[in-house]
Nanobody, 127 residues
Framework: QVQLVESGGGSVQAGGSLRLSCTAS????????MGWFRQAPGKEREGVAT????????YYADSVKGRLTISQDSAKNTVYLQMNSLKPEDTDMYYC????????????????????WGQGTQVTVSS
């Protein structure tokens, strides 16, 4: 049974930092595509960053380049999203996602392509 367990959300002031974690279980970790999506109420879920597990090739949405960093600890089957210089517009529910085929991990990102999802963690950035 595939599971993605997230942690690390919270509330910060603008300019602050948070680190989200997502630990995967139930499938072979390496050579998959994992990533983070975010969603505000009433809006479409949008991709933020993805990583090819194992190789570590990372991809980012233009809106977060230079501020957010996706990384992994393969020994722990865990993917991280380091979020720096946070802005109020980064306020969203953040979801970890995984698909077992790493092709097209760099995008375009369609949430329907990702078969596995975490429960979501709220990030709130105040001005």
């Amino acid at each position: 049974q595939v599971q993605l367990v997230e942690s690390g959300g919270g509330s910060v002031q603008a300019g602050g930092s948070l680190r989200l974690s997502c630990t995967a279980s139930g499938y072979r970790y390496s050579s998959r595509c994992m990533g983070w999506f975010r969603q505000a109420p009433g809006k479409e879920r949008e991709g933020v960053a993805t990583i090819v597990t194992g190789s570590g090739s990372a991809y980012y949405a233009d809106s977060v380049k230079g501020r957010l960093t996706i990384s992994q600890d393969s020994a722990k089957n865990t993917v991280y999203l380091q979020m720096n210089s946070l802005k109020p517009e980064d306020t969203d529910m953040y979801y970890c996602a995984a698909k077992l085929i790493y092709q097209n991990c760099g995008g375009p990102w369609y949430s329907s392509d990702f078969g596995y999802w975490g429960q979501g963690t709220q990030v709130t950035v105040s001005s």
